[in-house]
């Protein structure tokens, strides 16, 4: 890397970030499919269904599992293998935390003619860059929908939908730095396995019936306790996460299938179908019914 080709940092507060969007979409990728390159902006990478290998210039190799967000920073070479088959189903968003950089521009790197200018800008704040990690192993339910709004708005294109992304994009980076700056004050690093090893047991068995002394017992420890070092890792508590997981699933099944509501409730864990509308009104915004009509449209 040439020190003109080193991403410029710039000093700003949560209240200056304008980010704009560059390009937005849900898309799935076999394992023939690999990326091996640079890019100038940033891109935010949430893994849906499948996992990734990522290998980020400078970093140890990273095992991106279904619900984490990876985030790839400007310039830095970075590799992208799929490991599941038949796919792996992602949401990608790139974006410039400041709104100056041209957007006609192709946000991959030519090696053979780099354009220095193009670099995005890496915000600092408080003297650091304005993200630590790289990667989160798992992401609240807000910032899941925040990134498939960015990716409905984009791609609509309807009259002000560049304030609309900016303004979703801000709530989504400050809800990001919460997860960052909690997990750093609070979490143990003696529990960061057991921790995850959790959250991959609820993922791949969500309608069971999770209790908060049965996930004590990963850690060996007292409920209270746990609960604390699960939020402190994963950004949310862990019966929110159970319902995070299930909510994802219920989404998926009423886009996908025709599968009537009730059976989707009981499939998911839920024993009460009227709490499970309740629970997934109040994390959409709308009722199971609504969502199904509406995202057949869309």
């Given at each position: 890397?040439?020190?003109?080709?080193?991403?410029?940092?710039?000093?700003?507060?949560?209240?200056?970030?304008?980010?704009?969007?560059?390009?937005?979409?849900?898309?799935?990728?076999?394992?023939?499919?690999?990326?091996?390159?640079?890019?100038?902006?940033?891109?935010?990478?949430?893994?849906?269904?499948?996992?990734l290998r990522a290998t980020i210039e400078g970093e140890t190799p990273l095992k991106v599992r279904a619900g984490s967000l990876l985030i790839l920073p400007p310039w830095r070479h970075h590799r992208i293998e799929v490991l599941t088959e038949p796919c792996a189903e992602l949401l990608g968003v790139h974006f410039d935390f400041f709104d100056t950089a041209e957007t006609a521009h192709s946000i991959l790197v030519d090696e053979g003619a780099p354009n220095a200018e193009l670099l995005s800008h890496i915000p600092f704040l408080h003297d650091k860059p304005i993200f630590t990690e790289l990667l989160f192993?798992?992401?609240?339910?807000?910032?899941?929908?925040?990134?498939?709004?960015?990716?409905?708005?984009?791609?609509?294109?309807?009259?002000?939908?560049?304030?609309?992304?900016?303004?979703?994009?801000?709530?989504?980076?400050?809800?990001?730095?919460?997860?960052?700056?909690?997990?750093?004050?609070?979490?143990?690093?003696?529990?960061?396995?057991?921790?995850?090893?959790?959250?991959?047991?609820?993922?791949?068995?969500?309608?069971?019936?999770?209790?908060?002394?049965?996930?004590?017992?990963?850690?060996?420890?007292?409920?209270?306790?746990?609960?604390?070092?699960?939020?402190?890792?994963?950004?949310?508590?862990?019966?929110?996460?159970?319902?995070?997981?299930?909510?994802?699933?219920?989404?998926?099944?009423?886009?996908?299938?025709?599968?009537?509501?009730?059976?989707?409730?009981?499939?998911?864990?839920?024993?009460?179908?009227?709490?499970?509308?309740?629970?997934?009104?109040?994390?959409?915004?709308?009722?199971?019914?609504?969502?199904?009509?509406?995202?057949?449209?869309?």
């Amino acid at each position: 890397m040439t020190a003109s080709m080193i991403p410029t940092s710039r000093s700003t507060t949560l209240r200056e970030l304008s980010p704009v969007i560059h390009w937005a979409q849900p898309h799935n990728r076999t394992p023939a499919f690999k990326w091996s390159r640079r890019i100038y902006d940033f891109q935010l990478l949430y893994v849906k269904h499948g996992e990734l290998r990522a290998t980020i210039e400078g970093e140890t190799p990273l095992k991106v599992r279904a619900g984490s967000l990876l985030i790839l920073p400007p310039w830095r070479h970075h590799r992208i293998e799929v490991l599941t088959e038949p796919c792996a189903e992602l949401l990608g968003v790139h974006f410039d935390f400041f709104d100056t950089a041209e957007t006609a521009h192709s946000i991959l790197v030519d090696e053979g003619a780099p354009n220095a200018e193009l670099l995005s800008h890496i915000p600092f704040l408080h003297d650091k860059p304005i993200f630590t990690e790289l990667l989160f192993n798992t992401v609240s339910p807000r910032i899941i929908t925040l990134l498939e709004n960015v990716i409905q708005e984009w791609n609509d294109r309807q009259q002000g939908y560049e304030v609309i992304c900016k303004g979703l994009m801000v709530h989504l980076i400050t809800l990001l730095l919460r997860h960052q700056s909690e997990r750093r004050g609070l979490s143990h690093p003696k529990y960061e396995q057991q921790l995850l090893q959790l959250a991959e047991e609820i993922r791949s068995d969500f309608s069971r019936k999770w209790t908060s002394v049965e996930m004590a017992k990963y850690l060996r420890v007292h409920e209270d306790y746990m609960s604390r070092q699960f939020k402190a890792m994963m950004g949310i508590g862990p019966n929110k996460f159970v319902q995070s997981v299930r909510h994802q699933e219920a989404k998926r099944l009423l886009r996908e299938t025709d599968q009537t509501i009730e059976s989707i409730s009981a499939a998911i864990g839920y024993e009460d179908f009227h709490y499970f509308s309740r629970i997934f009104r109040r994390w959409e915004g709308m009722s199971a019914m609504q969502f199904r009509k509406l995202s057949r449209m869309i």
